[in-house]
């Protein structure tokens, strides 16, 4: 599975951008991968924003529930990160990940938990 990430930018605090995570290869499919959106800010540890699971149930870091939502194209194999009220302390790279799940809820937001990942896309939040 191939992952390319898109929509990254700079918005001032209070704005809104939406990230987009196109899945290709030949055995990817919505209903064997969990997906997730992680991020980096320099300096510190890659920690998980959002995901979504084969079931198509979703799960938010606490620093963002509430104001990033995870959409999925049900026509193309894209998924979407919507992130409004952005704060500075967003500001990072945004990286979309895939792992195959065979059953719902068996996956996590943690790094270790994905075997596949994009080349990631910044986001800069300023104050």
């Known amino acids: 599975v191939e992952l390319l990430e898109s929509g990254g930018g700079s918005v001032e605090t209070g704005g809104s951008l939406r990230l987009s995570c196109a899945a290709s290869?030949?055995?990817?499919?919505?209903?064997?991968?969990?997906v997730a959106w992680f991020r980096q800010a320099p300096g510190k540890e890659r920690e998980g924003v959002a995901m979504?699971?084969?079931?198509?149930?979703?799960s938010y870091a606490s620093s963002v529930k509430g104001r990033f939502t995870m959409l999925q194209d049900n026509t193309k194999p894209i998924l979407y990160l919507q992130m409004n009220s952005l704060k500075p302390e967003d500001t990072g790279m945004y990286y979309c990940?895939?792992?195959?799940?065979?059953?719902?809820?068996?996956?996590?937001?943690?790094?270790?938990?994905?075997?596949?990942w994009g080349q990631g896309t910044q986001v800069t939040v300023a104050s």
């Open positions: 290869g030949v055995i990817y499919s919505r209903v064997l991968y969990c």
């Open positions: 990940a895939a792992a195959l799940c065979q059953y719902a809820g068996t996956r996590s937001l943690t790094p270790a938990s994905y075997a596949h």
């Open positions: 979504i699971d084969v079931d198509d149930t979703t």
